[in-house]
């Protein structure tokens, strides 16, 4: 297994699980985005796991430059354009704060999606 693949497999066993939590919840479904899976609520991604293995997630702009201020996440950059509300962070991070940012990440999506 190559080093991608090993880190891939890694993220999906700390997303799983918590993906499965957040299914049961009402207006929860698996969609696709930047072509990968994901965990939407009612239509919009609000978090996955992208090519390279890490946590992808939608959190408000102000979030994602205190996360990256403080070592704790990058900006998602798509096309050599820094997105403003999309954040990735590493399997080193690990599967509580995955489960903090993925919280973070539905509670931001609900609010604002009719």
């Known amino acids: 297994m190559t080093k991608d693949a090993a880190t891939l497999a ?16 009402p207006g929860v479904d698996i969609g696709t985005m930047f072509g990968s899976e994901g ?3 009612r239509g919009k991604v609000f978090a996955f796991v992208g090519h390279l293995g890490g946590l992808v997630v939608k959190i408000p702009e102000v979030r994602v430059t205190e996360l990256e201020e ?5 900006r998602m ?8 509300e999309w954040a990735t962070v590493g399997v080193e ?6 489960d903090e940012l ?3 990440a539905y509670a931001f999506l609900d609010e604002i999606t009719p």
């Not at 890694?10 to 919840?25: G, M, S, T, V, Y």
């Not at 991070?93 to 995955?98: E, F, H, K, L, N």
């Open 93 to 98: 991070a690990g599967p509580q704060r995955w």
């Open 70 to 74: 403080q070592g704790a996440a990058k």
């Open 102 to 104: 993925i919280g973070e």
């Open 10 to 25: 890694q993220a999906h066993e700390i997303f799983d699980p918590i993906a499965a939590r957040f299914l049961e919840r």
């Open 77 to 84: 950059i798509m096309r050599e354009r820094p997105m403003r």
């Open 39 to 41: 965990l939407r609520v």
